[in-house]
Structure formats: structure tokens, C-alpha cells
């Protein structure tokens, strides 16, 4: 019933080699009044047909869903790649000689993304965007000893969520820009008050309502602060807007699930974070270097350990070990698979599509809530009533948000991608 | 016509990088395009004039590469993988089968997530069964992660109670993330030294608590793979001085149905999905790091929280005001979580039984066979995994390093080396339940054969590997010449590597 090999006369040969008649021996060490006496209380063994029988969920087909998760055409090669045995049955790759497929893939990751966010180096990848951040914001206390971390209200809230988790602790404090009621974008005003010398600035673009920030803007007043970073949650964007380094932050991180990583039910995602020549050994996570073998050979290997937790313990960059490795792998794959016009038509597509089923949501007289230019997604307000019957239909108009933000009611995060066909848009505009 | 390029033979590079194979308009991979591909002017000021920097290759091109790239590389369908405290087992196909079919949710598609939450509704019951614990959270995507969360458990029960306590005691034979974790979480963390035995004593403890002290951290079986025997006076202790026991699921291997931590005293722990219940480690992730409390820390727990309306639907709830609050930006990571229950149904309760049970067993023959030939540090009886060292072999010359470089010569990955740090020289090597008896003496053999060589001609062994697709990897010039990226390679005029 288990996946253990082993007949009766193997197990007994065993033992005799070991030196004992009765398996129980090898369990003396541990006392009785910690042993379990009766069987534990689960299921099973089941076989194979019978848990395929187990009732699996149907997905909605006609899907607007977004707000930090979304769904994109991914070529048939990621699969077929990502999952052979030597990428998805290994470990992380300590041993370098027999590791080079993931190390050289995970550099090519990292090239990628370096070259995509415009920023100096990247890490081998980080849980998702939400602890992508958070980690951002500890590299910023341990890079300035900052006193305050300021992020957008417009930046995913579930990122912020996660983002205070990490602070509790930390004894900054965490604060929030509020953004413009009519435009969607960061609240000048606000921002021109920052005076942020003892404090973390984060900007997420575009934002949660998919409202592109004005960034030229924004940099002016974050060269101030004494770090900043910008936060991308649609890595898909990467391949149409200027590029978040050019802007000149400390650190550029985010959520790359976009990028050949289906959603999964939630996940796993993929964070990554992007930084400086400056803040490079401040970084955390794994980091995968070139080097030569003895031979002299191109070969690669995990490198700058010295920031980790397996040397620096309590004083590591970073607690984290296992990190999305397969995610950015198959980020990897997508990537190489898309090619620069795949990127860039795949992003247009999206802007494109967002732009015109948006007019069309206009002459059935629903108005956007925003004003501010967007990228893929727009916030449109829907009953909750109507919502639900959508969805009972099939259809999922969008992520509902006035749970994150009350002072839009009824607020409902449209996403669109090019895997809306033209009869998903028929037919959300004819059931809104 | 070009002129023929000239073939430089002194360095051979096994395979290029991607960006070389690049040239314009090799990609010819078609996209879907349902809308007319226009982007309104108001967006203009916010686009990127050039090109994205990306390769551009051809699909068969691509293909090739990553498949050089994978057969470059060792995993656990390939051969044993024996790395200590990391539990690399084989990853039932059954698992990846099943969580294929959640690849096209959304996480705000309310009615399959229910069939969703509703598997991992039990997911949560069988975890807390096996570890014989209350409360279970999933979203932790890995083992340091759960160890983050089980901490600021910690701190906030202590908060709750208006205490300020800071000082969190780790063993020397911890994993290097327990100490990490505790300073994120903001505690400061004081070593203690484990017994001559190779467990930590009870008298041990006794001598370091104080009103400061939060919580001990502990690993059992450790990772010298011994049962921590006075755990249950431990936990007696910690409570009476107010204090938590918080343990390291890494090595739970070895207990399944045998012992749970519940019983222990265990206030609070995280389980590795991706070593004890056989879900694949994906080249180092994604993992799964779920943590499980008893009812007093349960209300601390990460939001949201699956509820259960009776005769209802499974939903998710924020409504825990003395929740941490998130630790990840959504259900950690699903579809890990799905082959975990997966694996655990396969098995069953006698599966699960079975695959410690054999775990213990095969690592205990290994140690029988092994044992007359290496140093070992510890003559306690060890469970699911053991520790050699290179004692013996140093009067060669003979490192651990190079031991561990040798057996990849014999088709085996080398087991964790130099780990726990309390042991110089150390080899942990953890079979697991799923290796063949052939496999195991295939790979007892490689050690012995090892072995001789360095009492022989230690020499040889400092070459090892040569039949790896790159021999000795030089981890120092990685460090010291540093290059991470494809623009920092063309940036750099060296010599010893070249695109």
C-alpha cells in the first residue's frame, strides 16, 4: 500500500545485517508513554481510479478575475519541460556537478528578470509577491535602519496584509499613502508631504485598480526617502511599459506567476526581487553565479552564501531555504518560449483588450470608477446580487474589492487577458 | 559570405547560454489574439520605446537547450538521493496527476474553491491526526516559513498576555533557519548545547530558563537522527516556566503513526510537505510548510481561516481578531497542498505506518553496513537517518568534500555534508523508505569502495567527480568574480569563461 520496495525475506535480511530479530527494537529509544497505541484516524489506502473518482470542482470559463493572480497563455514547451523528473524532482541544487540544468536555467531566470525590471542583479526567487515585498521592506531596515515603512493604499492588499505581518515586529512603523478618489492614482498632495528621510517608500504599478501611477512623479519625491521600491503585480506589464529600474529605486519586486505559472487555485506563485549593485549582498534568498569547473568549463553554482541562513543563522538576510524553484524555472521556460514580440504582443493584447470591452461596458452606461490612464484592469461597480448570479452562471466578472477598500461600494476588479476569447466579452456585456 | 569563424577548442562549454542562440525574428511562436492590438494613446508617455530584452530562438531551439539543460541534472527518479534532514523520497505520479486538476482556478472562483477548501479542509484533519495536534494553518509555502509563522504564534500569545519575553533556546544541532526565523520574528535566540549522547538533556534546559525564555526550539528526531528522549520533561519544564515548545517537523519521517508531537508536549509545529509527504522539491520549491498548534495558540493563527457551515459550504474567514494576520498572498501554495492529501489517502494509515517504519529500517542498515568503515560520532541508535564523518579518511588527506564529490561518480547524489555543524565533518544521510534493498547496497558499496581508495590512493579522490557533466565546480570563483547575469558576463573580459 506504500511505496516501499521491500518483500518480507529483503526486511529480514535487513535485519539480520543490523543485528536484531524484531523491527520494534529499532524503536527503543523512544519512550513508551510517547508511543502511539492505536492506528491513526485517516482514509485510506485508496487506490489510483478511486481517487480520481474523489468530485473535482469545474472552473468558470468565462473569467475576469484578476487582482494579483492571472490567467495567460502558456505554451506547451513550459510543461513539457518544467515537467521532467531532473527539473521537478530534485532538490535545491547544493551539489553544483550534478545540478547544472536548474543552476543555469535559475541564471537565465535571473538574467531575464534582470534585464526586464532594468535593475542590476535578481535572486533565484522568493514565495510570492506579498512576502516579496515584506522581505523588501526588511532589506530596507537592515540597508538604512529606516523608522517607518510608507506604502501605497493602491498596492495589493493583500501584499500590504502580509507586509504589516512581517513589521509587528520590527518596531517600524508602517504607513499608508491614501490615493486620488477620482483618478485612481497616488494622492499628490500626499505625496508631496512625505518627507520620507527616516522612511521605506514602496509604489506599486501599476496599481490594484490597474491604474498606471505617475512614476515620473512619484521618483522625484521617493529619491528623497532613504530607500524605495517599486512593486510589479503583473509581471506581464514588464513587456510593454517602461521598465521600473529606469526610474532609479533600490529594489523593484513583485509577482511573476504571470509568467508561465497557471493560477492554481491560489498558487504556488512566484516572487522575485530585483535590486542594485548597492544592495546586492543585502539581499535575500538564493542567487545563482557563473563560475568554472575544474577543467576550466562554464559551470554555475548557488553563490554569496555567506548572506544565508545556513552559515549566518540569526543574522542571515533572509530565513528563507526552499524557495519557488519550479515557478522559475517555468517563468524561464515562458519567457524563452515568448521571445521579446511575444512579451510585448502579449501585454498589448491585454492594455488592448481592457481598453475596448471598457467602452463597450460604457455604452451599456456602467461608468469606470477611476479616471486614470490603465493598464489591463479597471474597477467598474457591480451590485453583489448581480454579482452572485453571474457567478452561479459561470462567469466571473472580476474580484470583488470593497472587502479591501469600503469607500468603494460595490467595487468589482475587472482583469482582461489574452486568454478572453470574443464570446467571453459577449457575454459578460449581455448578462451585466 | 561571412568568413568562417574560427573554433576555439580550449574551453568547452557544455551548453550555451540562451542569449547566444539568439538572433532577430527567430521566435515564431503564434499568440492568441481575440482583440484588435491597439494601445490608446493616453498610454503612450508610460510605454517602452525599446524592445524588451529577451532572446529570440526558435521553439526547436528552446526545447533543445532546456532538455541539455535537464539531462545536466540528478533527481530522485534517476537515483537515491540521500541527503540528510531533506527526506527525498519518491513523489508518487498519482500526486501530480491529481493537482493538475486545479491548474485553471482562479482563487475567485467561488464555486470550484469550494471543492477546493473542502479538500483542504482535510487536509487540515489528517495532519493534525498524524501530529496529534488542534489547529492546523497551510498557507506557510515552506519550512522556513511555517517556522516564521509558528514564532509570531509565539509572540503573539506572549503579547496577548502582556508579557515581553525575547529569548528563544536552539539546540546546536538545529537547521540554520530556526535561529533566522526567531530574528524575524523578533526574538533573540541563545544556542544551547545538546548532551554527549546526541539529545538535548533536560538538565540542559533547566540550567537556561528564566522569565526571558519564550520558547524552545527543537528538532526530534534531531538531525542526528536521534529521538530526543527527554522531550517530554522538556515540555514539563517549559510550561511550568510559562514557556512554549515549538518543534521542527523537518524529521517527521520517522514517526508517522509511531509517535506525534502532540504527545510530546508540543505547543507548536510546522511539517515539511516536500520531504514528509512526498511532494517533489521542484529543484528547491515550491514546498509546503503548514503549521499545527494546540487550542490555546490556535486563535493566533494566520487569516483567513477555512470555516465549515454546517451542512453548508466551506468558506474562508478574516474574522479572527487575534490572528498574526497573513503570512501569504493567498492559499500558500495549492496545488502542493493537493498532492500532500493525495499522498496521505495513497498511503493510508498502514501506508504511512509502513513508510516510517521501512525509513528507520533502511537507515539503519546503511549505518550496519557503513559503520566499521567510517568515523561515527554517536553510538546512540539513530532513526530515520545517521552521521558519518570524514575522521578517519582526514589522516589522508580525505575530506568529507571529497567523499561526497566521489560517490556522484557512482550515479548516487551526495548526502548533506558538513551539517549539523556540531559534528566536523559530517555526512547525514537519509535513504528513506522508498529505496530498493539493491539501491541501498549499490550505494553501501559506493561508500566502502570510497573508502578503501582513500586509505590507497587518496590522491585520486581529490579529481572526483570526472564523470559528471562538469567536474569540480569552483565555488570561490563564483564569489569572488561574481557574475549573475548575462549583461554582467558581456560587461566582464575574462578569460577562464567566455559565452
Known sequence: ?432 | MPARESIDHSLEILEPLLITHSRPGRNKHILPDPFKPCVPDELLPFMNPEEVRLPDVAEVETVRHFTRLARMNFGVDQGMYPLGSCTMKYNPKICENIAERIRNIHSSDKHPMHMVLRALAALQRYLEEICGMDACCLWPAAGAHGELTGMLVVKKAFQTRGEDRSVVLIPDTAHGTNPASCAIAGFTTRNIPSGPRGFLEAATVKAHLDKDVAALMITNPNTLGIFEQEIHEIAELLHANGSYLYMDGANLNAILGISRPGDMGVDCLHVNLHKTFGTPHGGGGPGGGPVLVQSELERFLPIPRIVHVPRELFTLSYSFPDSIGMVQSTLGNVSVLLKAIVYIIRLGPKGLLEASRTAVLNANYLKARLKDHFDLPYATPTLHEFVLTDKRQKEQGISTMDMAKALMDFGFHPPTVYFPLVVSGAMMIEPTETEPLSELDRFADAMLTIAEEAAQYPQALHDKPELTPVTRVDEVYAARSLCLTWDMLESKDDGAVSK
Open chain 1, 1 to 432: 500500500m506504500s511505496f516501499v520496495p521491500h518483500d518480507q525475506a529483503d526486511r529480514q535480511h535487513m535485519l539480520e545485517t543490523i543485528g536484531i530479530q524484531d523491527e520494534e527494537e529499532l524503536f527503543a529509544t523512544i519512550p513508551q508513554n510517547l508511543r502511539l497505541t492505536q492506528r491513526l484516524k485517516i482514509p485510506g489506502p485508496l487506490d489510483e481510479e478511486n481517487i480520481r473518482r474523489i468530485p473535482q470542482g469545474q472552473f468558470s470559463h468565462v473569467c475576469f478575475a484578476g487582482g494579483g493572480i492571472y490567467r495567460h497563455h502558456i505554451p506547451a514547451m513550459v510543461d513539457a519541460l518544467a515537467n521532467r523528473q531532473e527539473f521537478y524532482t530534485s532538490y535545491t541544487p547544493y551539489q553544483p556537478e550534478i545540478s547544472q540544468g536548474v543552476l543555469q536555467s535559475i541564471f537565465e531566470f535571473q538574467s531575464m528578470m534582470a534585464a526586464l525590471t532594468g535593475m542590476y542583479v535578481s535572486n533565484a526567487s522568493l514565495y510570492d509577491g506579498a512576502t516579496a515585498l515584506a522581505e523588501a521592506a526588511l532589506m530596507a531596515i537592515r540597508a538604512k535602519q529606516i523608522k517607518r515603512v510608507l506604502v501605497t493604499r493602491a498596492t495589493n492588499p493583500r501584499f500590504r496584509s502580509v507586509l504589516k505581518t512581517y513589521l509587528d515586529n520590527t518596531g517600524v512603523k508602517l504607513q499608508e499613502i491614501p490615493f486620488d478618489m477620482a483618478s485612481g492614482q497616488v494622492e499628490r498632495f500626499s505625496l508631496e508631504r512625505l518627507n520620507g528621510e527616516d522612511a521605506a517608500l514602496f509604489v506599486q504599478n501599476p496599481n490594484f485598480f490597474g491604474i498606471l501611477e505617475p512614476m515620473d512623479c512619484i521618483a522625484k519625491f521617493a529619491r528623497q526617502s532613504a530607500f524605495w521600491g517599486i512593486v510589479v503585480s503583473e509581471a506581464v506589464s514588464l513587456g510593454l511599459l517602461k521598465r521600473p529600474g529606469d526610474y532609479g529605486p533600490d529594489c523593484v519586486v513583485g509577482e511573476a506567476q504571470s509568467f508561465g505559472n497557471p493560477p492554481n487555485a491560489g498558487g504556488p506563485l512566484l516572487g522575485f526581487m530585483c535590486t542594485t549593485k548597492e544592495h546586492l549582498r543585502r539581499m535575500p534568498g538564493r542567487v545563482v553565479g557563473l563560475t568554472k569547473d575544474s577543467r576550466g568549463r562554464q559551470a554555475f553554482c548557488l553563490t554569496l552564501a555567506t548572506r544565508e541562513q545556513h552559515i549566518r543563522r540569526e543574522k542571515a538576510t533572509s530565513n528563507i531555504c526552499t524557495n519557488e524553484g519550479l515557478c522559475a524555472i517555468r517563468a524561464a521556460l515562458y519567457l524563452a518560449a515568448m521571445g521579446p514580440r511575444g512579451l510585448r504582443a502579449v501585454a498589448t493584447q491585454c492594455v488592448a483588450g481592457a481598453h475596448q470591452i471598457l467602452q463597450l461596458i460604457q455604452q451599456v452606461g456602467r461608468q469606470p470608477v477611476f479616471k486614470g490612464p490603465f493598464f489591463h484592469e479597471f474597477v467598474v461597480q457591480l451590485d453583489a446580487d448581480k454579482r452572485k448570479a453571474l457567478e452561479d452562471d459561470g462567469i466571473i466578472p472580476g474580484v470583488p474589492i470593497e472587502y479591501y477598500y469600503p469607500e468603494i461600494k460595490n467595487g468589482l476588479l475587472v482583469a482582461v487577458t489574452e486568454m478572453n476569447t470574443r464570446e467571453d466579452w459577449k457575454c459578460l456585456l449581455e448578462n451585466l
